[in-house]
């Protein structure tokens, strides 16, 4: 069964400085994986997904995220943050691309000045 | 373009008193449908999901039921609150080759 391990529950982390939010799954099939942004009281918003292809992804608000199929992880990367991306971050993935997902325990982002 | 609605917003109900949140869904058709909770400081779990309309498959055993009486809404209800059922209620849709896009969700609190 798929499985998705988010490494770390709580992520502080200062204005400007870089940031990584760790992702892990468990599949022996291929896999659709994406990352969810959830600013508080809010739904969530697709921030990236990898379908196929190249295994570095670009998504909004500066993210990118890098597929490592020997590794199964999906790791969130952004080299400079902001306040404004203080939020729980999800990562999730599915057999295909409209279908059922599977969550992490999300990771929270805080950002300080 | 595509939008989800959700409400009521914000719901507080005593414990044994019915439940019925709506989702609809405008700008598509025959989309997927899924029901989502989360709890505080968890992450998110799937409780329904509907391929079409009167289809609904349920994930957990629990207290909640869905309904799909038209394309393009979902309904999740309960006959009688339990203190466990409070939490983040969202609502996803989906369509072929495309991610699931999320309402703003119902955060309901059970007294």
Same mark, same amino acid.
């Given at each position: 069964?798929?499985?998705?391990?988010?490494?770390?529950?709580?992520?502080?982390?200062?204005?400007?400085?870089?940031?990584? +939010? $760790?992702?892990?799954?468990?599949?022996?099939?291929?896999?659709?994986?994406?990352?969810?942004?959830?600013?508080? =009281? *809010? #739904?969530?918003?697709?921030?990236?997904?990898?379908?196929?292809?190249?295994?570095?992804?670009?998504?909004?608000?500066?993210?990118?995220?890098?597929?490592?199929k020997?590794?199964?992880s999906?790791? +969130? $990367?952004?080299?400079?943050?902001?306040?404004?991306?203080?939020?729980?971050?999800?990562?999730?993935v599915?057999? =295909? *691309? #409209?279908?059922?997902?599977?969550?992490?325990?999300?990771?929270?982002?805080?950002?300080?000045? | 373009?595509?939008?989800?609605?959700?409400?009521?917003?914000?719901?507080v109900?005593?414990?044994?008193?019915?439940?019925s949140?709506?989702?609809?869904?405008?700008?598509?058709s025959?989309?997927?449908?899924?029901?989502?909770?989360?709890?505080a400081?968890?992450?998110?779990?799937?409780?329904?999901?509907s391929?079409?309309?009167?289809?609904?498959?349920?994930?957990?055993?629990?207290?909640?039921?869905?309904?799909?009486?038209?394309?393009?809404?979902?309904?999740?209800?309960?006959?009688k609150?339990?203190?466990?059922?409070?939490?983040?209620?969202?609502?996803?849709?989906?369509?072929?080759?495309?991610?699931q896009?999320?309402g703003?969700?119902?955060?309901?609190?059970?007294?």
């Amino acid at each position: 069964a798929q499985s998705v391990t988010q490494l770390d529950s709580q992520v502080p982390v200062f204005e400007e400085a870089p940031v990584e +939010l $760790r992702c892990n799954y468990s599949s022996s099939v291929s896999v659709y994986l994406f990352w969810y942004v959830q600013y508080p =009281n *809010q #739904g969530l918003q697709l921030l990236l997904k990898y379908l196929s292809g190249s295994t570095l992804v670009k998504g909004i608000n500066g993210f990118e995220a890098e597929f490592n199929k020997s590794q199964t992880s999906f790791h +969130l $990367r952004k080299p400079s943050v902001h306040i404004s991306d203080t939020a729980e971050y999800f990562c999730a993935v599915s057999y =295909n *691309q #409209g279908g059922k997902l599977i969550f992490g325990q999300g990771t929270e982002l805080s950002v300080k000045p | 373009s595509q939008t989800i609605h959700q409400w009521p917003a914000t719901l507080v109900q005593p414990v044994g008193s019915p439940l019925s949140l709506e989702c609809t869904v405008e700008g598509t058709s025959n989309p997927n449908l899924y029901w989502y909770r989360q709890a505080a400081g968890r992450g998110l779990q799937l409780l329904f999901y509907s391929v079409g309309i009167g289809q609904i498959s349920s994930e957990v055993p629990q207290n909640l039921s869905a309904s799909r009486p038209q394309d393009r809404q979902f309904i999740l209800s309960s006959k009688k609150l339990l203190l466990s059922d409070s939490g983040f209620y969202l609502c996803a849709w989906s369509v072929k080759d495309q991610p699931q896009h999320f309402g703003d969700g119902t955060r309901l609190s059970i007294l």
